[in-house]
């Protein structure tokens, strides 16, 4: 499937790929704050962030990653990221999971 992806205000990207994750943050009164995506390519993956999506003052950020280091450091470590990394089941670096016996 050919996705669309907007890199900013001006550049798009057009890829073939399929969409792994989509999450959202909502406002108080239910309206969209803030989308993030995680495409999968052939040979990466497309990272994008939509802030604002229903309003004029709408953001746009994409990027091309090649592995999960650099997802991590598009989405950051913000809620909705972290949310999207649990729906992929993408280990947090710097979170160490030990059990207690």
């Known amino acids: 499937m050919v996705i669309t992806v907007?890199?900013?205000?001006?550049d798009v990207i057009?890829?073939?790929?399929?969409?792994?994750?989509?999450?959202t943050a909502l406002n108080h009164d239910d309206s969209v704050r803030r989308i993030f995506r995680l495409y999968?390519?052939?040979?990466?993956?497309v990272a994008e962030r939509i802030d604002d999506p229903t309003t004029i003052d709408v953001?746009?950020?994409?990027a091309r990653c090649k592995d999960t280091d650099s997802i991590y450091e598009f989405f950051g470590n913000e809620p909705l990221a972290n949310y999207l990394y649990g729906s992929l089941q993408l280990a947090v670096p710097g979170l160490c999971h030990s059990s207690t016996a």
Not at 14 to 23: E, I, Q, R, W, Y
Not at 40 to 45: A, I, L, R, S
């Open 40 to 45: 999968k390519t052939e040979t990466d993956f």
């Open 6 to 10: 907007k890199m900013n205000r001006c």
């Open 14 to 23: 057009s890829f073939d790929g399929v969409c792994m994750a989509n999450v």
């Open 59 to 62: 953001r746009f950020w994409g």
